[in-house]
């Protein structure tokens, strides 16, 4: 399986900028996913990257860099309803199970 | 699109009693399904993948004989805690997989709060 290291807590301002990278080990990788769980709630898909580069989703982007093992979450003019965990996850190449960081907490303050 | 819905959303139970959980892909079918448990402020952990007509296969330190799994049609997981025991007081979480051409992307459900007394 994979290892997933992200951060456990960030805590930006409201209409800033925040990354939260993830590193994972890079044999039997097969895609990154990122996942948003508000408290008490299950995931939410965010963003899926199998490629090296830059996907963008309004204000959420996501980066991969395969041969770092290297990806990040890119939050844009953040909002209040953005605090949450943002999720990790890799696939491998075996198969379709994820395998979960442990979570990157986000706290927006006004 | 890509809706999953689990049900109950929470119970609490006695126990010694058997607990069945409901995880539906509402609009897409999938030919796997996963059962995830979580406690509090940490991340998922993977219980098991449930295959559709086949046997589910569970991860390690995960007793089959305790959480049974069904996937009896494309659309339909039950996972059964069997004589449950306040130490599997838990949130568990289901997801679908829905394949495309170009990727294979797990859908959550809402999750089942378990409380066991």
């Known amino acids: 399986g994979q290892n997933i290291d992200q951060p456990t807590e960030m805590t930006a301002t409201e209409g800033a900028i925040v990354q939260i990278n993830c590193t994972y080990q890079?044999?039997?990788?097969?895609?990154l996913f990122w996942y948003q769980q508000h408290a008490g709630e299950a995931p939410t898909f965010l963003s899926y990257?199998?490629?090296?580069g830059l996907e963008e989703k309004g204000r959420f982007s996501s980066f991969l860099s395969r041969s770092k093992g290297y990806s990040y979450l890119l939050l844009k003019e953040l909002q209040m309803k953005d605090s949450a965990s943002y999720l990790c996850?890799?696939?491998?190449?075996?198969?379709?199970?994820?395998?979960f960081g442990g979570g990157t907490r986000v706290l927006v303050k006004p | 699109g890509a809706v999953v819905s689990q049900h109950p959303s929470w119970v609490i139970c006695k126990s010694g009693t058997s607990v069945k959980i409901e995880c539906r892909s509402l609009?897409?079918?999938?030919?796997?399904m996963f059962w995830y448990r979580q406690f509090p402020k940490q991340s998922l952990m993977l219980m098991a993948t449930?295959?559709?007509?086949?046997?589910?296969?569970?991860e390690q330190g995960v007793e089959k004989d305790k959480f049974l799994i069904n996937h009896a049609s494309l659309t339909l997981s039950t996972l059964t805690v069997t004589s449950a025991h306040p130490e599997d007081s838990s949130f568990y979480i289901c997801?679908?997989?829905?394949?495309?051409?170009?990727?294979?992307?797990?859908?959550f459900g809402p999750g089942t709060r378990l409380t066991v007394l």
């Open positions: 997801s679908a997989e829905s394949r495309t051409e170009f990727s294979n992307t797990q859908y």
């Open positions: 890079t044999s039997g990788f097969n895609g």
């Open positions: 990257n199998v490629l090296d």
């Open positions: 996850a890799g696939s491998g190449a075996a198969g379709n199970k994820l395998t």
């Open positions: 609009d897409f079918q999938a030919t796997t």
């Open positions: 449930s295959n559709e007509g086949s046997k589910a296969t569970y």
